[in-house]
Every structure is written in C-alpha cells, then in structure tokens.
Nanobody, 121 residues
Framework: VQLQASGGGLVQAGGSLRLSCAAS????????IGWFRQAPGKEREFVAA????????NVAPSVKGRFTISRDNAKNTLYLQMNSLKHEDTAVYYC???????????????WGQGTQVTVSS
C-alpha cells in the first residue's frame, strides 16, 4: 500500500484543519493507520491511530479532545480532524500503516510523505 497525506497549511491558533491520508495499491490489506508528527529538533511523536474497521481508536493525551481520527474504507481514505489548534501543534504530520494496532512508530512499515501544519500564535 502507498499513502499520500494532504491538507496541511497555515492556520491561526484556535483554528481547525482536516488532514487526509489516501491509500492506494494493495488496499485489500487490513491495516491500522496512524498519524505521527515531528517538529524541528524533536523526535517523531504519536498522534492517533485507528484500526482497520474503525472500532478502535487511540489518541495521544496531548491532542485528546481536540483531534479526531476517522476512516472511510470505501474511499481508502482516513482523516485527522484537528480543532482548537495550538502553536505547539506545529509539525510535519505523517500517516503510516501497520499490520498491528500500535502507537509505536517502529510498528509502522509504510509511511506517507508528510504534510506541514503551521499554527501561528
């Protein structure tokens, strides 16, 4: 499977963005999708994950209540709705796929190219 992330941009603090991750290729594979982010000079950080059927979701404490992960398997697309954005949410956001339901980036073997999110304070 190949992943293409999009939807990033520049937004003021308190604003919203919706990121998309489009999957192509071997989409019959039942995969978990995770979102990670990496800010300059910082390690890659788990943001959220959703299981194949969408019945299980996991959201990092730092974004819980503000970010929502969802997927539309009919469209082979998943989403990260980001509300009440803060300056510290500024980072490159990546989507990735895994055969297991995990929040550890080492468990993800296919990564999208990343999309920049910049939140101005």
């Amino acid at each position: 499977v190949q992943l293409q992330a999009s939807g990033g941009g520049l937004v003021q603090a308190g604003g919203s963005l919706r990121l998309s991750c489009a999957a192509s290729g071997r989409t019959s594979r039942r995969y978990t999708i995770g979102w990670f982010r990496q800010a300059p000079g910082k390690e890659r950080e788990f943001v959220a994950a959703i299981s194949w059927g969408g019945y299980r979701t996991n959201v990092a404490p730092s974004v819980k209540g503000r970010f929502t992960i969802s997927r539309d398997n009919a469209k082979n697309t998943l989403y990260l709705q980001m509300n009440s954005l803060k300056h510290e949410d500024t980072a490159v956001y990546y989507c990735a796929s895994s055969d297991s339901y995990t929040s550890q980036f080492q468990g993800y073997d296919v990564w999208g190219q990343g999309t920049q999110v910049t939140v101005s304070s």
